[in-house]
């Protein structure tokens, strides 16, 4: 059985099961195929935090041809894993990726709406550059904003053995 890791990449650093495979969702299309072409005759367990972008990924694997594979969704994701008791590594739990980007994104665009009233009325551009991104993210699948908050200090957690960089069986 090989565990195929949905979840972005500071996640999958923050905690993943061991020996399970990192191919974020956000470059799903881009990976998965290399990915599933270096895995022969398995069972592919796909799992994210909850199981919602693993049913996602799933649905996203119908595009390539994958008949060698049996593929399910490990239900409940790394939540009911660890609930199990099972095994863990990683540098530790980080606030979720995607909740740093809505948090950003959505103060962002009230405090650009609150400028704009007060202060001046181009720091609505602010919020429209902002909504512009999300879009953009939503139809290409790829978010800057992502790339941005992976760089900050609170989601680069020193390893044990005190380096930042190692990112084990994570392909991005």
């Known amino acids: 059985m090989v565990i195929l890791d949905v979840r ?7 905690e993943h ?6 191919c974020p969702l956000s470059q799903f299309d881009l990976m998965a195929p290399g990915i599933l072409k270096n895995i022969k005759d398995s069972e592919i367990v796909i799992m994210c935090r909850t199981g919602n972008r693993a049913t996602m990924a799933l ?22 894993w660890k609930a199990q008791g099972k095994a863990v ?11 740093q980007v ?3 994104a959505s ?6 709406f609150l400028a704009s009233q007060f202060l001046a009325h181009d720091f609505v551009y602010l919020a ?3 909504g512009f991104g999300l879009a953009l993210s939503g139809y290409t699948g790829i978010c800057p904003m992502v790339f ?10 020193k390893n044990s053995d005190g380096s930042t960089n190692g990112k084990p069986n994570c392909c991005g």
């Open 148 to 157: 941005i908050l992976q760089k900050m200090p609170w989601n680069n957690k």
């Open 107 to 112: 103060s962002m665009i009230f405090i650009a």
């Open 8 to 14: 972005e990449n500071i996640e999958f650093e923050a």
């Open 128 to 130: 429209l550059f902002v």
């Open 102 to 104: 809505q948090i950003v």
């Open 17 to 22: 099961v061991p020996d399970s495979i990192c």
């Open 89 to 99: 590594k990683g540098k530790g739990a980080v606030f979720p990726i995607m909740r």
């Open 59 to 80: 649905n996203e694997l119908k595009k390539f041809d994958v008949n060698q594979h049996k593929f399910s969704v490990y239900d409940g994701g790394m939540i009911q």
